[in-house]
């Protein structure tokens, strides 16, 4: 089987090529039209010799997933379902603002975390993205959002990056590299549940990126209820595991707090996470819970955020409200989820 070329690093897609007797100015402009253009059909590389196309194709594949649909929001995110080559499907999030475009990608086809706000967690986890398709998903919003660029990665789509920590630190090594997209470590962020082994692996790996903790309650018999992860990696020892990332990194962690009505925001709920993060420099992305279907909990009313915005006004960090992008498409935090009906459907 040939190796999918978004899967190998830059600088040895250029080695591979050169020990085809092939020029590396050449493979550095083949690089250009993967990493710059995002174009992925060998033929309209036209300044690539008829010749050098063909090798190419003997030595790898350029697939990438297919966009199998897209929904656009009111508020014109963007949620493309992606089918993959053994026709799984993921789903990946486009975010415009500004002088933004924010890319949420998925780095697992299911979960197996169990989180229980997340839809994602219904579907059980099904298998770890390859490179190349995690790659893939840049690649295609790359080109989608042309002429402009991505210029926010966040892996808070389906799946938890740190259970396939190591095609995602291949891949983000690809999409930092020189020759290729030259991404900014510090406009990627990896959201996780908490897994503290992969926490420490990722602060020593070398490779940059900022952390997105999804913490959503600081009181340790509910947080366990949220979140199973918390029974295997308990508040304090997950709280050693960021100090650790703080360090070796410098960037500060955020942590996400899911808002769910008599669940997690009333006053005990404030003064547990005030205490846990009063010993760390951190940031609070407060988030309104998104309903989901087959959960009966219910969405937030603005008077119940803003009264939980304000009284969280005592815990002395930066806290700030994450508006809720795309919730009418069903893409917005804890709503993707590519069923395998959905996979029969089409
Ligand atoms: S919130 Fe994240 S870690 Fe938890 S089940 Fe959903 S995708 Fe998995």
Redesign the pocket.
Known sequence: MLTNIFSENPTKVVSDIEALGIPKYKAKQLLKWLYIHFESNPDAMTDLSKKMRDELVQLYSFSLPEIAETRTSVDRSSKYKLKLADGNFVEMVIIPAAKKNTLCISS?VG?????S?????QMGLIRNLEISEIVGQVVLAGKLVKPNRITNIVFMG???PL?NIDNVLSALEILQAEDGISFSPRRTTI???GIVPAIIKLANSGIRTKLAV?LNSAIETKRTEL?P?NETYPLEELKKALIYFRKKTSFKVTFEYIMIPEVNMAWEDINALKKYVSDLSCKINLIPWNPVSGIAWTAPRNSHIDMFLTNSQVINQTITLRKSRGSDILGAC?Q?AATQSQKESL
């Open positions: 697992q979960c197996a975390r169990n989180c706000f997340c839809a994602t967690a389906m799946g938890e259970d959201s996780t549940c999804s979140m992860i804890g993707l």
